[in-house]
Nanobody, 115 residues
Framework: QMQLVESGGGLVQAGGSLRLSCAASRGTFSGLLMDWYRQAPGKQRELVATITSGGSTDYGDSVKGRFTISRDNAKNTVYLQMNSLKPEDTAVYYC?????????WGQGTQVTVSS
């Protein structure tokens, strides 16, 4: 069983920054591909960023150049550094991974960007 716990959300003004963290409960974390998703009210959940076990990264078009995903395998933690935040980044942000074709999600952390 894998548990993912996000933290670091909050209220920030447009142009500001936040860093989200996602702590994983299992020691096999280092071999896992990890994602950050977000879901705004009335919208579908969308993929924000992905990091492979080897550290390769990929980003959604709307966040490229502003967000950075990283991981610390010693701490079983994945991060999302969010810079130059915009009101349209307002959403609940979720950490995600897949193990054996089973999806695991965190509880989500709210990010609100005021204009």
């Amino acid at each position: 069983q894998m548990q993912l716990v996000e933290s670091g959300g909050g209220l920030v003004q447009a142009g500001g920054s936040l860093r989200l963290s996602c702590a994983a409960s299992r020691g096999t974390f280092s071999g896992l591909l990890m994602d950050w998703y977000r879901q705004a009210p009335g919208k579908q959940r969308e993929l924000v960023a992905t990091i492979t076990s080897g550290g390769s990264t990929d980003y959604g078009d709307s966040v490229k150049g502003r967000f950075t995903i990283s991981r610390d395998n010693a701490k079983n933690t994945v991060y999302l550094q969010m810079n130059s935040l915009k009101p349209e980044d307002t959403a609940v942000y979720y950490c995600h991974t897949n193990i054996g074709w089973r999806d695991f999600w965190g509880q989500g952390t709210q990010v609100t960007v005021s204009s």
